[in-house]
């Protein structure tokens, strides 16, 4: 278990890291009238026309520092303890861990489920939870998925997508990553009902959750390939809005 | 006499039946747009060890070179590399148009030849934004010979850097698409610089005419998208979809490399043109991102206002706006033909389109035993003719197959096999 000391330091480092890149980032203001390009949106883009790329992103500047900013808290502390734990951990162990994790996490998939009437997927994730609890072990095994019970994943960003809220402004959230208001607003009532009426409340024992938020954390990011800045291109952070906006879209029409 | 003539007939049957069997390519796609999308699905291709010990590392190629702010998580250039325990031949890979050492291509090949025993060392493109802003002289991409002496200094350099760390016997060379051209103009610098002596040189699925091929590439998204970019929106819109009612009745399925592959097998399309929209989107956004690295580093004043220097946390989307509007073409009148008129004004555009090509390294390719080719009939980046001009120049060094469109049978068990072959037949001499 990590220290209460360290804990503090890295949360420190953390806060340090924000402070500068937003200092470095209001620095930086021109002005100037410049020759214009060969290629201006004036000469070259025609009126009326509709943007994919296009995303409600009113906190753009503090958006892409907090890009930056998680490129760096993963080069130098997340995926290192990641790489660690991979490099410890028998492949077959993080399969079960990554299969606990996600049993336990079936709460999340239930309420919405309900949340949303899907009575069927409800029933499934029932039985899934069920089944994986008794037969699967404690969830480290999942026979529910071969026997053609498939994970019904919802959030509560979906559950309000679903009763048609809209996606609100883009958030790129600190560690987490992208997101949008709706969706930040699903994470946040997930981890509330999750640990005031879920598996947290039944066991009832802080070292016990901290232990298993931790190993959530680090699983999480096992199974996520995602790596900031690793396409080269001067436009990912568009991109990467743009490629979220339309996943959670599809997502919430399931 | 009956019987006589009956036998021969079956003789004659038997022999042809061997025979198509011999020659039977069982790649799934026929259709060239289709096989260039959607590639070889896992379940179709080689089964090759997925993970290996991949070393990712840097080197500054130009020590005085200040990359702009907007630019600052490729400010050095970066490549991989695998080694092997023990003696072995080292192979260079080096990436197709706007790819990077990582792309998905070239993990399968790195995968193939860390597994047939080679080290392995990977480059990015020369049309890359990394290579753009670290490694090329000009900073200007898209001159054969100009970008192909980048990558011989670049391979020097990370050579002289990796040397002790290997036991090379031999070395070796390949590339795909653009890169297969490079390494041929790669070969004959290194003939008479001899920092390699690559023993052997494989060019897979390479253009002959670049002018023609981005010409090909820029008209496929016209085609796919009536009216081009300006409804992109619309076809956009139009693939979520599709990939929405993918995800929501297909059968277990994930987003992951194969998802396209579920999209197409669930929704049938009937016609080619979204495919070919996809790979003029696809070349279109690699294009978007050479062409603004030039911009930026070059100062040509092309879509970025001469003067300004763009910084880290910049909005830079309204110039992705212009430039997606913008074309191949245009790069080449707009920021190439510039640049290079002003080291030598005699040249005019018909004489650097025809510099371009493999066509001008026509005697060098005739008579180097040594290069390879691997090509596709049905390759969608060479006009009519260009194939038939490479099995003429190539002869029996080249293995053609009939489908598989623009690189898109690479991860197919008969192409690995022939891939990794071909340099391997020198390894047991």
């Given at each position: 278990?990590?220290?209460?000391?360290?804990?503090?330091?890295?949360?420190?480092f953390a806060?340090?890291?924000?402070?500068?890149?937003?200092?470095?980032?209001c620095?930086?203001?021109?002005?100037?009238?410049?020759?214009?390009?060969?290629?201006?949106?004036?000469?070259?883009?025609?009126?009326?026309?509709e943007?994919?790329?296009?995303?409600?992103?009113?906190?753009?500047?503090?958006?892409r520092?907090?890009?930056?900013?998680?490129?760096y808290?993963?080069?130098?502390?997340?995926?290192?303890?990641?790489?660690?734990?991979?490099?410890?951990?028998?492949?077959?162990?993080?399969?079960?861990?990554?299969?606990?994790?996600?049993n336990?996490?079936?709460?999340?998939?239930?309420?919405?489920n309900?949340?949303?009437?899907?009575?069927?997927?409800?029933?499934?994730?029932?039985?899934?939870?069920l089944?994986?609890?008794?037969?699967?072990i404690g969830?480290i095994?999942?026979p529910?998925t071969?026997?053609g019970?498939?994970?019904?994943?919802e959030?509560?960003?979906?559950?309000?997508?679903y009763?048609?809220?809209?996606?609100?402004?883009?958030?790129?959230?600190?560690?987490?990553?992208?997101s949008?208001?709706?969706?930040?607003?699903?994470?946040?009532?997930d981890?509330?009902?999750?640990?005031?009426?879920?598996p947290?409340?039944?066991?009832d024992d802080?070292?016990?959750?901290?232990?298993?938020?931790?190993?959530?954390?680090?699983?999480?990011?096992h199974?996520?390939?995602?790596?900031?800045?690793r396409t080269?291109?001067?436009?990912?952070?568009e991109?990467?809005?743009?490629?979220?906006t339309?996943k959670?879209?599809?997502?919430?029409?399931? | 006499m009956l019987?006589?003539?009956?036998?021969?007939?079956?003789?004659?049957?038997?022999?042809?039946?061997?025979?198509?069997l011999?020659?039977?390519?069982d790649?799934?796609?026929?259709?060239?747009?289709?096989?260039?999308?959607?590639g070889?699905?896992?379940?179709?291709?080689?089964?090759?060890p997925k993970?290996?010990?991949?070393k990712?590392?840097?080197?500054?190629?130009?020590p005085?070179?200040?990359i702009?702010?907007?630019?600052?998580?490729?400010?050095?250039?970066?490549?991989?590399?695998?080694?092997?325990?023990g003696?072995?031949?080292?192979?260079?890979?080096?990436?197709g148009?706007?790819?990077?050492f990582?792309?998905?291509?070239?993990?399968?090949?790195?995968?193939?030849?860390?597994?047939?025993?080679?080290?392995?060392?990977?480059?990015?493109?020369?049309?890359?934004?990394?290579?753009?802003?670290?490694?090329s002289?000009?900073?200007?991409?898209?001159?054969?010979?100009?970008?192909?002496?980048?990558?011989?200094?670049?391979?020097?350099?990370?050579?002289?850097k990796?040397?002790?760390?290997?036991d090379?016997?031999?070395?070796?060379?390949?590339?795909?698409?653009?890169?297969?051209?490079?390494?041929?103009?790669?070969?004959?610098?290194d003939?008479?610089?001899?920092?390699?002596n690559f023993k052997?040189?494989?060019?897979?699925?390479?253009?002959v005419?670049?002018?023609n091929?981005?010409?090909?590439?820029?008209?496929l998204?016209m085609q796919?998208i009536?009216?081009?970019?300006?409804n992109?929106?619309k076809f956009?819109?139009?693939?979520?979809?599709?990939?929405?009612?993918t995800?929501k009745?297909?059968?277990?399925v994930?987003?992951?490399?194969n998802?396209?592959?579920?999209v197409?097998?669930?929704k049938?399309?009937?016609s080619?043109?979204?495919?070919?929209?996809l790979?003029?989107?696809?070349?279109r956004?690699s294009?978007e991102n050479?062409?603004?690295?030039s911009?930026?580093?070059?100062?040509?004043?092309?879509?970025?206002?001469?003067g300004?220097?763009?910084?880290?946390?910049?909005?830079?989307?309204?110039?992705?706006?212009?430039?997606?509007?913008?074309t191949?073409?245009?790069?080449?009148?707009?920021?190439?033909?510039?640049?290079?008129?002003?080291?030598?004004?005699n040249?005019?555009?018909p004489?650097?389109?025809?510099?371009?090509s493999?066509?001008?390294?026509?005697?060098?390719?005739?008579?180097?035993?040594?290069?390879g080719?691997?090509?596709?009939?049905?390759?969608?980046?060479?006009?009519?003719?260009?194939?038939?001009?490479?099995r003429?120049?190539?002869?029996?060094?080249?293995?053609?197959?009939?489908?598989?469109?623009?690189?898109?049978?690479?991860?197919?068990?008969d192409?690995?096999?022939?891939?990794?072959?071909?340099?391997?037949?020198?390894?047991?001499?």
């Amino acid at each position: 278990m990590i220290s209460k000391n360290k804990t503090i330091r890295l949360t420190f480092f953390a806060l340090a890291l924000l402070a500068v890149l937003f200092a470095a980032g209001c620095a930086n203001q021109q002005n100037v009238n410049l020759e214009p390009p060969l290629h201006t949106p004036e000469n070259t883009l025609k009126e009326g026309v509709e943007y994919a790329v296009d995303v409600y992103d009113p906190l753009e500047g503090m958006n892409r520092r907090l890009y930056t900013f998680n490129y760096y808290f993963d080069k130098f502390i997340f995926l290192p303890v990641v790489y660690t734990y991979e490099f410890i951990t028998p492949d077959f162990l993080e399969e079960m861990v990554s299969n606990f994790v996600d049993n336990v996490f079936e709460f999340n998939n239930l309420t919405n489920n309900l949340l949303q009437g899907k009575v069927n997927e409800t029933g499934i994730t029932l039985a899934r939870f069920l089944v994986n609890t008794t037969i699967g072990i404690g969830g480290i095994f999942d026979p529910a998925t071969s026997s053609g019970l498939e994970r019904q994943t919802e959030d509560f960003g979906q559950t309000l997508g679903y009763w048609g809220v809209g996606n609100g402004p883009y958030i790129v959230l600190p560690i987490l990553g992208p997101s949008n208001l709706r969706d930040t607003t699903g994470i946040v009532t997930d981890a509330v009902a999750f640990s005031l009426a879920g598996p947290p409340a039944w066991v009832d024992d802080d070292d016990i959750t901290l232990a298993f938020n931790i190993t959530t954390a680090i699983d999480k990011r096992h199974r996520q390939s995602f790596r900031y800045y690793r396409t080269g291109s001067p436009f990912e952070y568009e991109m990467i809005r743009m490629l979220y906006t339309s996943k959670r879209k599809i997502e919430i029409d399931r | 006499m009956l019987n006589q003539l009956y036998r021969l007939m079956s003789t004659c049957f038997c022999l042809l039946l061997s025979c198509s069997l011999a020659n039977a390519y069982d790649y799934p796609f026929a259709d060239r747009y289709v096989a260039t999308v959607l590639g070889t699905p896992s379940e179709f291709a080689e089964v090759l060890p997925k993970d290996i010990p991949t070393k990712t590392d840097s080197i500054i190629m130009f020590p005085d070179r200040k990359i702009p702010g907007v630019l600052w998580p490729i400010d050095e250039f970066y490549y991989s590399y695998q080694r092997q325990d023990g003696p072995a031949p080292l192979i260079f890979l080096v990436a197709g148009t706007g790819a990077s050492f990582k792309s998905g291509k070239m993990l399968n090949m790195q995968r193939a030849f860390y597994h047939a025993g080679f080290n392995v060392i990977s480059l990015s493109s020369p049309t890359h934004p990394n290579f753009i802003a670290t490694a090329s002289t000009s900073s200007v991409p898209g001159h054969l010979q100009e970008d192909s002496a980048d990558l011989y200094k670049v391979m020097k350099a990370i050579w002289q850097k990796l040397q002790g760390k290997m036991d090379v016997t031999e070395f070796y060379l390949t590339g795909y698409s653009l890169g297969a051209a490079q390494s041929a103009f790669v070969a004959k610098i290194d003939e008479q610089e001899k920092a390699f002596n690559f023993k052997k040189v494989l060019m897979i699925n390479p253009p002959v005419s670049l002018y023609n091929s981005v010409v090909i590439l820029d008209d496929l998204l016209m085609q796919g998208i009536p009216g081009g970019m300006d409804n992109f929106d619309k076809f956009y819109k139009g693939l979520i979809k599709a990939f929405g009612e993918t995800y929501k009745h297909g059968k277990h399925v994930e987003f992951n490399d194969n998802f396209l592959y579920e999209v197409y097998e669930y929704k049938k399309p009937k016609s080619d043109d979204p495919m070919e929209a996809l790979i003029g989107v696809s070349f279109r956004i690699s294009s978007e991102n050479m062409v603004l690295t030039s911009d930026v580093m070059t100062k040509a004043g092309y879509v970025v206002p001469k003067g300004l220097e763009l910084g880290r946390n910049d909005d830079v989307s309204s110039y992705g706006k212009v430039l997606s509007r913008l074309t191949f073409v245009d790069y080449f009148k707009g920021i190439f033909m510039p640049h290079f008129k002003a080291l030598d004004p005699n040249i005019t555009e018909p004489e650097m389109i025809k510099e371009l090509s493999l066509r001008t390294i026509d005697d060098y390719l005739r008579t180097s035993p040594k290069i390879g080719l691997i090509g596709n009939e049905d390759d969608i980046i060479l006009l009519p003719g260009e194939i038939d001009y490479l099995r003429d120049v190539f002869g029996s060094r080249a293995t053609i197959y009939p489908h598989g469109g623009h690189c898109g049978n690479m991860a197919y068990p008969d192409n690995v096999k022939a891939m990794v072959g071909f340099f391997q037949t020198t390894l047991q001499k």
